[in-house]
């Protein structure tokens, strides 16, 4: 009889952790003796808090789980001391109900859903009123991506993947124009993924796979894809390099990874110049408050260097009022004023004296933006680079 081996163990002593990953599924428990000879082992090697990861375990039948929870119930009743953490992740949600009722049985069991806490901030992004945003923001990159993209390597024919995908809008336009033979769109937010699937619908297009899941911890084999895109999202994330490292690992040697962020201290406007300055300033503290950092653009080709690619490229551009009808640039603004000076500053605590002054440099922005001799400005840098071979 074949065995199952469709899964990887590892345990780290320093981090007291045992990490399960890919597919469980073995026919006796005769299968699990290597794996639940590892984890006793590990067990053994700890004191204080034991971490039991299976956050990228993808699949996981009965005759496993049994396995590991007899395992975990012995020791609990041995060693009742040592405390064990089940770590899992929303994106198999699955796993945390699971989970849970071995943390209800046993008292020095807990289950932690890692990623509820894992992206400050995210819970303004990922909802339904974000969605004007990012549509009209891709409405005005647009113009200068559909450029840029060849340039930095992206042809015909190519697997794609778009991570953190938003709202799909992205990645519907790349099918349309680019031709690639493949595009994957995976983001963390379930609203995003509803509404990128109605705008594919809308545009007819049947051929991009959307998904579910953490960028951070990407159910996805490594080395599939020959151009990566991740737009507009290191910059929400406390640790962004966590999510490169995933950029580079499901990237094909050779391939590239094309990243965009922002500094949005830069962001411009005349007449009212001052007003618009200082406000832009604050947009960057108060996102730094939630951990976010919107100033990223230009720290992009360090992001990349350290994170072991190689032929950097990078590029900026301002998306302006001259960019097409001015009004979709003044509806940017606006959409950015209701969330940063709404619940975001209000979530902050800040003074109706302080929001009344935020509000006012976006309202002179669009004043700038609208105005028949007025220039307004929104700077992003574009960088990409390849995985070595």
């Keep these: 009889m074949s065995i199952d081996r469709s899964y990887q163990a590892s345990f780290n002593e320093n981090n007291q952790e045992f990490v399960i990953a890919g597919k469980l599924r073995p026919q006796s428990e005769d299968e699990m ?82 990623d509820n806490d894992f992206y400050p901030g995210q819970s303004f992004l990922e909802e339904g009123g974000f969605i004007p945003i990012l549509r009209n923001q891709t409405k005005l990159t647009w113009r200068h991506e559909r450029h840029l993209l060849p340039r930095h390597g992206l042809k015909p024919g190519m697997t794609v993947a778009d991570i953190c995908c938003g709202i799909g809008d992205f990645a519907v336009l790349v099918q349309k124009e680019l031709k690639p033979s493949h595009i994957l769109a995976l983001d963390h937010s379930r609203t995003s993924l509803d509404y990128a699937r109605k705008v594919a619908a809308e545009f007819g297009i049947t051929d991009i796979e959307y998904v579910y899941g953490d960028a951070s911890e990407m159910v996805i084999e490594d080395n599939q894809f020959d151009f990566v895109t991740c737009r507009h999202s290191l910059q929400i994330f406390d640790r962004p390099e966590l999510i490169l490292k995933e950029l580079y690992r499901i990237c094909k040697p050779g391939g590239r990874v094309y990243i965009t962020n922002e500094k949005n201290s830069h962001c411009l406007g005349e007449p009212r110049g001052e007003s618009i300055q200082w406000t832009y300033t604050e ?61 975001m500053a209000r979530d902050r605590g800040d003074s ?38």
């Design 33 to 114: 003796r290597p794996l639940a000879e590892a984890l006793t082992n590990s067990l053994a090697q700890v004191r204080g808090t034991f971490y039991l990861n299976v956050k990228r375990l993808a699949r996981l039948n009965n005759v496993a789980f049994r396995a590991i929870t007899n395992l975990v119930s012995q020791v609990c009743d041995t060693r009742p001391e040592l405390k064990i953490e089940v770590v899992t992740s929303s994106v198999m949600g699955w796993s945390t109900r699971k989970f849970l009722p071995l943390a209800e049985r046993l008292p020095n069991v807990t289950v932690n859903e890692y």
């Design 283 to 343: 947009v960057a503290k108060l996102f730094a408050d939630f951990k976010m950092d919107v100033e990223l653009g230009p720290k992009s080709r360090r992001y990349l260097a350290d994170a072991g690619f190689e032929d950097i490229l990078v590029d900026s551009f301002m998306v302006t009022n001259g960019d097409g009808d001015p009004q979709d640039f003044a509806n940017m603004i606006q959409a950015w004023e209701n969330v940063f000076a709404g619940e």
């Design 352 to 389: 109706p004296e302080f929001i009344a002054r935020f509000r006012q440099g976006f309202q002179d922005q669009i004043y700038a933006a609208l105005h028949p001799k007025g220039y307004a400005g929104w700077p992003i840098w574009a960088a990409s680079a390849r995985k070595p071979t």
